[in-house]
Structures are given as C-alpha cells and as structure tokens.
C-alpha cells in the first residue's frame, strides 16, 4: 500500500482540513442556535462559554490551513503547464481543458473553488473574533449573534462548493505525482 | 448610524462598559474583505496588468495576489474600525445588513457565469 505525496497532500487539503471544516460548521450553527438564542433559558456558563471561543478558534485555524495547503502547496501541481507533447496526466488543469466534456470542471468548477474558498477564513475569523469578544453576552447582543450565525452559515455553504468541487476535480483529474511512500507492504497471496 | 455608548446591563463586571463596536467593526470588515476578494479575482482576471500585477507566487500564479491583497486590506479595514468604533454604540441592523449584501454578492461575483459577465 503506497501514496505519492502530492496524493497524500490532497488528503491532508481535503479530508483532513476541508472535511473537519464542513464537520465542525454543523456544531457551531447549532450552538450558536441553540444556547446563545435571546429566548433561550438555560443559563450560558463560564465552561459554555471558553467552549464557543476555542471551537471557532479551532474552526479558523482549519479554514486557515485549509485554503493555505490549498492555494500554496495542491494548486500550483494542479495548474503546472507540461511540455509540449507530454502525458497531461500528471498536469490535471491541462487534461481537464484537453476535452469539451471535462473542461467546464476546471472553467466553472476549480475557478468558482480557488475564490470561493478564501471567503471561509475571512468569515470564521470574524465569527471567531466576535466570540472572543464578546462570549456569553452575545445572547444580550442578538445582531451581533445572527451576524456571527450568519457568516457562520455562508461560510459552510462556501466550503461545501469548494469541497464538492475539490472531490470532483480529485475524481476527474487528481492531482498525483511527486514521491511515493510506501505505508504498508502487502504479502500475495 | 452612531448613538453615544451606553453601558449594558449585565451580570458580569466585564460587560459592564461593552458596546457593539467592536464587535460592528469585525462584521462589516469581514463582508467588505469577502467583496474585495470577489472584485480582485475578477479585475485580475479581466485587466492584463493586473494579472501580472497579482503574480505574487509564479507557482500559485495570479491567485497569490489577489488573495494576499485582500487579506491586507481586509485585516487593514478592520483595525481602522476597530480604532473608531470599539468604544461606541451603533445600529447593528444596517451595518449587519450591509455586511450580508456584500457577503451575498461576493458569493455571487465569485460564480464564474456571473464574474464573466464583466
């Protein structure tokens, strides 16, 4: 069993950060739903509270590493130009515009991603930010509290398209090459 | 927009002088940086110079710039609302409201079909 590491890259982009992301936005909605709602009765305590500040701080820091592996490490293997002649399937951006039926993978689905994206950490950070600031008292403020909730929720519609690009691109043209790293060997049988 | 601060009844001395401020100032940048990115992306793709100008990474290739110079000028924006509004009051419904617009058209701007348009 063996992975190159551009593959093992993709992995760590987009099962990894990308994938705990998504994960991680249905908590937060419903947390700041839930518990921080003008209505609500229970009492927000001091342990609720520290909870909110570092799962957003954790959700941050995710989008972060998630759009920084994306755009500085996977992307310039995806759009890398080959020589002319040479095998496209190591130039995934190349193969996809290569035919009319794959093309509009790259056109609609990597360009609309690779922007897409960057909107995920500005909008956590903010909706990060604002709970540090603020914390339980959030529920005194509730504009601040949908705003928050809000950006929260766009930011998830924004990494489910990036991340249902991401898994599409992967299925039509991934992005492999680079060393292999052998994880297991097998025995035949 | 402004109303004088005013201290919230709260439970807790910490929020005893909080106002909304800051909290304004964190929202509104954050919808301006998600607009910005969308209008960077699109004049980098649209103005030749300025392809080349965002070639900050020859790897990451136009990309790099855009996202680079939206970063600095949203984190920028921030700070100076931040200065200017931590300590005050202000009518969160439209600044919200603003902020959600531009989310909306950045969201909106970044579709390809719709960037193309330009």
Redesign the interface.
């Known amino acids: 069993m063996e992975i190159t590491t551009r593959s093992l890259w993709t992995l760590i982009h987009g099962m990894g950060f990308g994938a705990l992301y998504l994960l991680a936005c249905s908590g937060a909605l419903v947390e700041l739903w839930r518990r921080y709602a003008p209505s609500a009765a229970a009492p927000i305590t001091t342990r609720d509270e520290r909870f909110l500040r570092l799962y957003l701080l954790a959700m941050a820091v995710l989008a972060w590493l998630t ?1 920084l592996t994306g ?2 490490k996977i ?2 293997w995806y ?1 890398a130009t080959p020589l002319a002649g040479a095998d496209l399937t190591g130039f995934p951006q190349r193969l996809l515009m290569s035919s009319p039926d794959t093309i509009a993978w790259h ?2 689905g990597m ?2 991603k ?3 994206a ?2 995920v950490p ?2 956590i ?2 909706a990060a ?2 709970a540090l ?2 914390g339980r ?1 959030l529920r ?2 509730p ?2 509290r ?2 928050v909730l ?2 929260t929720a ?1 930011s998830f ?2 990494a489910g398209i990036a991340g249902f690009f991401g898994a599409m691109l992967v299925k039509n043209a991934p992005v492999s090459g680079g060393s292999t790293i052998h994880m297991v060997q097998g025995e035949r049988e | 927009m402004r109303t004088p601060a005013h201290p919230v009844s709260a439970a807790g001395p910490a929020s005893a002088t909080l106002t909304n401020g800051a909290g304004a100032a964190a929202i509104l940048a954050a919808g301006i940086g998600a607009f910005l990115l969308a209008v960077f992306a699109i004049v980098g793709d649209k103005v030749a110079a300025m392809t080349k100008f965002f070639i900050f990474s020859k790897t990451t290739g136009p990309l790099s710039g855009v996202t680079t110079c939206t970063i600095v000028v949203w984190l920028v924006v921030w700070a100076v609302l931040h200065v200017r509004w931590r300590k005050q009051t202000l009518a969160l419904a439209r600044i919200n409201t603003v902020a959600f617009v531009l989310l909306a058209l950045s969201l909106l701007l970044t579709f390809p079909p719709i960037a193309d348009l330009f």
Do not use: K
Request: proline share 3%; charged share 15%; net charge negative.
């Open positions: 759009v755009t500085y992307y310039p759009r056109s609609l360009e609309w690779e922007h897409v960057w909107i500005i909008a950070t903010m930010a604002v600031m603020y008292n005194r403020y504009e601040l949908n705003a809000g950006f766009v519609l924004a």
